[in-house]
């Protein structure tokens, strides 16, 4: 069982920058990967970035790549993702997730077993 919350959303402008944050408790944190994905209304979930147990293998989507950085300190059960350069269509609610059952990711955003709550992203333009 793992707990997942996410904090750090909250309104930008276009260009800003952001750091979101997911506390996780429950399973050892660093037996699994984790992974960001985001819903924008109207819009089905998507995959953002995902991050090997260990960190040293991080995945992205083509939207973010080279805008967005996944990290996490496994000392501190605690993932990240630092968000520069943001756009008006990064407005989403962001979800951390764990694929409990995997030290990478798997390719699939169906992999994840557990999610957080979520979080607000909004960037105005």
């Known amino acids: 069982q793992v707990q997942l919350v996410e904090s750090g959303g909250r309104l930008v402008q276009a260009g800003g920058s952001l750091r979101l944050s997911c506390a996780a408790s429950g399973r050892t944190f660093s037996s699994y990967a984790m992974g960001w994905l985001r819903q924008a209304p109207g819009k089905e979930r998507e995959f953002v970035a995902a991050?090997?147990?260990?960190?040293?293998?991080?995945y992205y989507a083509d939207s973010v790549k080279g805008r967005f950085t996944i990290s996490r300190d496994n000392a501190k059960n605690t993932l990240y993702l630092q968000m520069n350069s943001l756009k008006p269509e990064d407005t989403a609610v962001y979800y951390c997730?764990?694929?409990?059952?995997?030290?990478?990711?798997?390719?699939?955003?169906?992999?994840?077993?557990?999610w957080g709550q979520g979080t607000q992203v909004t960037v105005s333009s």
């Open positions: 997730a764990a694929d409990t059952k995997s030290w990478y990711y798997s390719g699939q955003a169906s992999g994840f077993d557990y």
């Open positions: 991050v090997s147990w260990g960190g040293s293998n991080t």
